[in-house]
């Protein structure tokens, strides 16, 4: 019941976004009404002049003077540890998820397959007496497969019907495009098996680590306990627990490593990775999985499968049954009976992310089903929200920030013409999606059975695990979406060359069709320079037109890149959040990449679409002016100190305020539109340039 990770992110190379995950989940921000009074989505604001803090000068810290008033009136509530203008966005969306959804809920036998299915998921997720009555009954059989297992050797099938059921167990097992020929899917095996955010938790000694990882076995306890355990096996047991994840934390790749796509691209026969790690019987896995005949595979992280196979013939078979128990459970959790849900809240989002509340159990449920059903929700959603003239004011943006990224290209100094010309053909070769899929998902293999929670989601998730296994071999189909409709957010995808923008996100505060030009390319045409600059990040330049691993560029252009890029990433890692932790800027760097060449591309949009014309100050602000307060505001966001350490670890995006700031204090167009002195906070010396 986790969300389910996109196929195309299954290893390090993922799908590069706007935002994170998290910050696509919805809250309720305490200043307006919130809409479980009202039940009815609210208004969000575009640019608001009345969000800005003019007591502070914009050339001392911009992030301040355009979010001030914003993060004084909006403080983290309290079913959030993070809160900015995203989520307002996104509460809006979920409120108008839960129109629809509460709708087609009722037990009409008159509803289509499309509403019967989410309608009766919703419902069913909502009736807590129901999922109170049966208790721990629906995951019954799949503990049972567990306590069944007789031997070592039969792990391997017990881990097929574990991976089916979406729970994250031992590695991971999927499909994706070939990193050498990105027209076709490859079957891929991953690292994977943790409970905790990330490896080090269960590796390094520093404070906010260390205090994790001590309370780590109690939450597991107490979990196995309510399972019906008693407490001084549980406690056993849960030791056992960590002390198996420990061991596949060792020998798991760390995070800003498994951003040099060489590192997670290893192509083998299936004969090789059985000789990697013979203690496990491939064979019976990948035919118990469901998997289509295949021959070769990318093993992501060969180190890791070595470990792992280490790990088995070490640990005995009753502490690998512990461990899969574990992992059941914590998957099955949010599904569970309340004690379940808030034994888990109180330890992952209490503990680890500074949450003092458990969200209302509605916007729970719409999130399980947007992730679980997305493209069906996606098209009710879409039908009341979204239509062409969406995608056709979209597409002109598009086609402007790409001039100009055209035009940015040409003229980068450090560049030489041969990589030029083929950073040009890259550009000219970008696929663009707006809104939503062509062709929706067919979920009519799905059973949706009214008051079967956890029921539902198990087939969901097995539905989706086939789904994704079929593709094994097969060609990659560009127009299939990694992202649904409702969803806040857009990416980038190297393997397909492609920018994705679902219709969650064209609406205030990113666009909005009464606002000036300047507020909407400091918007939505920002955003759409950011995901247009992945594809020549760290990461993306890397991939060549066609989506294919590929170096396409000379070794003088290669160092001058990676010379600047160092510039932004030290630059970002002096920024600190809670308790002085730093940012990991070789982490961010692709993100932060994308920041500063978005914000720089989407003003050189705007100028050229302002060329020749005499446009009036807004508000009191030129329209350059308004373009950068635009941009911040689209960032103003607070946190929990223990949500800001976390991200610090994990996240690939910086705050926002540094979102905001990093960017700015490396535009010298920035200071020009300010008149900031030299000196200035937001006048870096050595400003950071790449594209």
């Not at 990318?298 to 013939?313: Q, S």
Request: aromatic letters at 10%; one cysteine or more.
């Amino acid at each position: 019941m986790r969300q389910r990770i996109l196929t195309f992110a299954l290893l390090g190379v993922a799908a590069t976004c706007l935002a994170g995950r998290a910050a696509a989940q919805g809250s309720a921000s305490p200043a307006p009404p919130d809409v479980t009074d009202t039940n009815k989505p609210r208004s969000v604001p575009g640019f608001d002049p009345g969000a800005m803090d003019r007591s502070v000068a914009p050339c001392d810290n911009f992030f301040q003077f355009a979010c001030g008033t914003w993060l004084k009136n909006n403080p983290v509530p309290a079913d959030r540890s993070r809160y900015g203008r995203f989520d307002e966005l996104t509460e809006r969306n979920m409120a108008t998820l839960r129109d629809i959804l509460q709708k087609v809920s009722a037990a009409d036998p008159r509803r289509n397959a499309i509403d019967q299915k989410i309608g009766d998921y919703y419902a069913s997720c909502m009736d807590e007496a129901a999922i109170e009555k049966k208790g721990v009954a629906p995951l019954k059989p799949t503990l049972d497969r567990i306590a069944a297992i007789k031997t070592k050797a039969d792990l391997a099938t017990a881990l097929a019907g574990l991976h089916k059921d979406g729970a994250g167990v031992l590695f991971r097992f999927g499909a994706q495009p070939d990193f050498k020929n990105a027209s076709t899917y490859i079957a891929t095996v991953d690292q994977g098996g943790l409970s905790l955010p990330d490896r080090d938790y269960y590796l390094k000694d520093d404070e906010r680590f260390a205090s994790v990882r001590k309370q780590y076995p109690g939450h597991v306890q107490k979990m196995l306990e309510l399972l019906g355990d008693p407490s001084d096996v549980a406690a056993k047991e849960a030791e056992t627990v960590l002390d198996i994840e420990t061991g596949l934390a060792r020998v798991s790749l760390e995070r800003v490593k498994r951003r040099e796509p060489s590192n997670i691209y290893h192509k083998m026969t299936r004969q090789e990775l059985a000789a990697l790690a013979p203690r496990f019987d491939w064979n019976a896995y990948f035919t118990s999985a469901g998997a289509p005949a295949f021959s070769d595979l990318n093993v992501a992280w060969p180190d890791f499968f070595k470990g792992a196979n280490d790990l088995i013939d070490q640990k005995s078979l009753e502490d690998w049954k512990t461990y899969l128990r574990w992992r059941a459970l914590d998957e099955a959790s949010p599904l569970l009976p309340a004690a379940f849900v808030n034994e888990s809240f109180a330890f992952n989002d209490k503990l680890l992310r500074g949450t003092r509340e458990l969200r209302p159990r509605w916007k729970r449920c719409v999130d399980f089903t947007d992730n679980q059903l997305g493209e069906a929700l996606g098209q009710r959603y879409v039908e009341k929200t979204f239509g062409a003239e969406g995608k056709e004011r979209t597409s002109k943006m598009v086609a402007a920030l790409e001039t100009a990224l055209r035009n940015d290209i040409q003229t980068l100094p450090w560049m030489t013409d041969t990589t030029k010309k083929q950073a040009l053909v890259k550009l000219d070769a970008i696929a663009n999606k707006i809104g939503y899929p062509e062709k929706w998902r067919d979920y009519s293999t799905v059973t949706i059975a009214r008051g079967d929670a956890l029921g539902n989601a198990l087939r969901a998730d097995g539905f989706e695990t086939a789904r994704q296994l079929a593709r094994i071999g097969k060609p990659v189909d560009p127009k299939e979406w990694g992202m649904t409709p409702p969803t806040v957010n857009a990416y980038y995808n190297p393997f397909q060359n492609n920018i994705n923008f679902p219709a969650g996100i064209l609406q205030p505060p990113f666009y909005e069709n009464t606002m000036d030009d300047a507020v909407n390319f400091g918007g939505i045409g920002a955003v759409i320079g950011h995901e247009l600059t992945h594809g020549f990040d760290d990461q993306g330049r890397k991939f060549a037109p066609n989506g294919n691993l590929t170096d396409w560029w000379t070794e003088e252009d290669a160092k001058e890149f990676e010379k600047r890029a160092a510039c932004v990433a030290d630059e970002y890692t002096d920024f600190t959040v809670a308790d002085g932790v730093h940012l990991n800027g070789k982490l961010t760097l692709g993100e932060n990449t994308a920041d500063n060449g978005g914000v720089r591309i989407a003003l050189m949009a705007l100028e050229d679409t302002n060329k020749g014309k005499t446009v009036a100050a807004k508000d009191g602000f030129t329209p350059e002016q308004r373009l950068f307060l635009a941009w911040g505001q689209v960032w103003c966001q607070n946190e929990t100190p223990e949500s800001a350490k976390l991200r610090a670890q994990t996240d690939p995006h910086s705050p926002g305020q540094y979102r905001v700031n990093g960017v700015v204090s490396n535009m010298p167009e920035f200071q020009r539109a300010f008149a900031c002195a030299k000196g200035a906070p937001m006048v870096r010396e050595n400003q950071c340039r790449v594209w």
